[in-house]
């Protein structure tokens, strides 16, 4: 068994509840200047679960120790602690039930491919929100510069052009929605559509407005609400959005682990 490598500290408990047995026998194998943090069970699905105790939790932590194999090997949410620590720098061992072995993880954190599309007049809307998941959620995901690289190539290809290249590598397209969406961004969400790419335009909502020409019956897990309500606040909401994002890439990444 190898424990000493775990700096003291503490630790987010990153498993399935189906492995409690497993989870019990791990904690007796940690040393004590090991603090195990434990998070309540949570018994729904990424689009009904309110995430911001969830990504507090894990960053008030100095690091995270994940089951690997078992139940914990298919739930969502353990990948989901896993990649988001690794993101925000913090430490991550996995245990080997079968072994008990603790081993630092060595992967890098998920690979996020995202489009994000606004219009100008919610310019400084989606800057505070870029903001807040990039520096205080160590969500940063790259900024695509368009323009056209090719002499009589229209800013309008280069846009799909890019669109289809990074669609095709499993991009998501984040549009944020509002009562001054533009007609081009119209345009660009019937584009992603015309591709056969439905399931990766995520509507990002930023005030409580009626869906108009046919995306109301957009999938309801594919439109996110970001707008403050008497439960929940601005940051709440934007933290299920990150949250909502990593379901959809998991699932579109790694289908074969049937993320329960």
């Known amino acids: 068994m190898t424990t000493s490598r775990i700096p003291p500290g503490k630790y987010f408990i990153s498993h399935s509840y189906k492995d409690a047995n497993v989870r019990d026998e791990m904690i007796k194998q940690l040393p004590d200047s090991v603090e195990p943090f434990i998070f309540p069970p949570i018994s729904v699905s990424p689009q009904d679960f309110v995430s911001n105790s969830l990504i507090e939790a894990i960053l008030g932590c100095d690091g995270v120790i994940y089951l690997e194999g078992g139940y914990s090997a298919k739930s969502f949410w353990v990948a989901f602690e896993r990649d988001y620590a690794l993101r925000a720098k913090k430490t991550v061992f996995r245990y080997d039930a079968q072994t008990m072995i603790f081993s ?3 992967f890098p954190p998920l690979d996020l491919l995202i489009i994000y599309t606004y219009t100008k007049h919610d310019e400084t809307k989606f800057n505070f929100i870029w903001q807040y998941m990039s520096q205080q959620r160590y969500f ?3 900024w695509i510069d368009i323009k056209p ?5 229209s800013w ?3 846009v799909t052009d890019n669109f289809k290249n990074s669609l095709n590598k499993g ?3 984040v549009s944020f929605w509002s009562k001054a969406t533009s007609e081009f961004q119209f345009k660009e969400f019937e584009y992603v559509a015309s591709l056969g790419f439905s399931d990766r335009n ?3 909502l930023l005030e409580d407005i009626e869906l108009e020409r046919g995306f109301s019956n957009h999938p309801a897990h594919l439109k996110v609400p970001l707008w403050a309500d008497k439960n929940l606040s601005h940051e ?3 933290d299920d959005l ?4 990593y379901w959809l890439i998991f699932r579109n990444q790694f289908p074969e682990l049937a993320y329960d």
């Open 236 to 238: 709440n909401k934007i």
């Open 202 to 204: 995520v509507l990002a």
């Open 140 to 142: 940063a995901t790259p």
């Open 242 to 245: 990150i949250v909502r994002l």
């Open 156 to 158: 309008w290809q280069s």
């Open 104 to 106: 630092k993880h060595g």
């Open 149 to 153: 690289e090719v002499e009589g190539v």
């Open 171 to 173: 991009a998501f397209f």
